[in-house]
């Protein structure tokens, strides 16, 4: 890996951090009903996927299998909370 990559790895990390803080931060200020919450998160979701699904269609599987594992990270939080 080159030192520019490494740079732009860097900033691009920051900037997936910030996003996450201004989403989070969006969902705190309104305290959303879970269901309004999760409604709002898979039409984010459902955005992301159709813009990239665009523009990068040959990485359809590789964003679809990301979403699936990480929906089951979710998932298994979730049930490990519930317990």
Known sequence: MSKGNSI???EE???VKQLNQEIM???????APFGHASASL?????FISE??????PENRKILSDYF???????LKKLAEQQQ
């Open 8 to 10: 732009q790895d860097k």
């Open 13 to 15: 990390g920051r900037k």
């Open 25 to 31: 931060l969006v969902f705190e200020k309104h305290a």
């Open 42 to 46: 898979l039409s984010v979701l459902y």
């Open 51 to 56: 813009r990239y699904g665009k523009s990068h």
């Open 68 to 74: 699936r594992t990480e929906f089951d990270k979710f």
